[in-house]
């Protein structure tokens, strides 16, 4: 069983649209991030998350991003008005303080 | 300044044949993990290994083996007797101590295609 799920796996959006990708961890898992893969390059990381705040965050995420645990399960990243280069895999990672775990990824493509 | 480097872009081999991929690594902590992924067609991250800054020892899983070396501040990985489904991109992650938040925020290389061919 994964220890970190993500939905949807692939998520087409228009331009401009706002799109919401989520995540859940398992429960004992305090430490969050999310990571974006553009096609062809590195992974990068975008932000990390704990005690329902941003712990640090890349020179990537600017103010079109988001994240939020709303209901202390889901972990949520949200892109307000998509552009053709937030086009990516977007992964979800969760720590227990130890080690991370990454879900197997929500391929985003912006048309 | 880049953390991670895999100066290796593409490495083409056939199968049956050794492979092995190079990871150097820059930090100023003394305590620090690393790692390798795969990423194989479909995507996703499989983790491979993660190794602590203070465990110098070689490892062996299988036809997987790692040689990490802090002198040089290497960590390489060395696929032995490789299969077409060795085929995939394969990451060299760091992630350095601070705060317990640190541990899950990595720093990837660029990553290496590796190409099995029958």
């Known amino acids: 069983e994964p220890e970190v799920t993500q939905t949807p796996s692939h998520q087409v959006t228009q331009m401009g649209q706002e799109v919401i990708l989520r995540c859940v961890p398992i429960?004992?898992?305090?430490?969050f991030y999310w990571y974006r893969q553009i096609l062809g390059q590195k992974v990068e990381f975008l932000v990390s998350?704990?005690?329902?705040?941003?712990?640090?965050k890349s020179e990537i995420f600017d103010d079109q991003f988001s994240v939020e645990r709303p209901d202390g399960s889901n972990f949520t990243l949200k892109i307000r008005s998509t552009k053709l280069e937030d086009s990516a895999m977007y992964f979800c990672?969760?720590?227990?303080?130890?080690?991370?775990?990454f879900g197997q990824g929500t391929r985003l493509t912006v048309v | 300044a880049q953390k991670v480097t895999q100066a290796q872009t593409e490495i083409s081999v056939v199968e049956k044949e050794d492979v092995t991929l190079d990871c150097v690594y820059e930090?100023?902590?003394?305590?620090?993990?690393l790692f390798w992924y795969k990423q194989p067609p479909s995507g996703e991250l499989v983790f491979l290994i993660r190794?602590?800054?203070?465990?110098?020892q070689n490892e062996i899983s299988g036809r997987y083996s790692w040689n990490f070396q802090k002198s040089t501040s290497s960590f390489n990985f060395t696929i032995t007797a490789s299969q077409v489904v060795d085929s995939a991109v394969y990451f060299c992650?760091?992630?350095?101590?601070?705060?317990?938040?640190?541990?899950?925020?990595?720093?990837f290389g660029a990553g290496t295609q590796v190409v099995v061919t029958p």
């Open positions: 990672a969760a720590s227990d303080g130890f080690e991370a775990f």
């Open positions: 429960s004992n898992h305090l430490y």
């Open positions: 998350f704990y005690n329902n705040e941003i712990s640090e």
């Open positions: 930090t100023r902590d003394t305590t620090y993990y």
């Open positions: 190794r602590n800054s203070f465990d110098e």
């Open positions: 992650a760091l992630s350095e101590a601070g705060t317990t938040d640190s541990w899950g925020k990595l720093q």
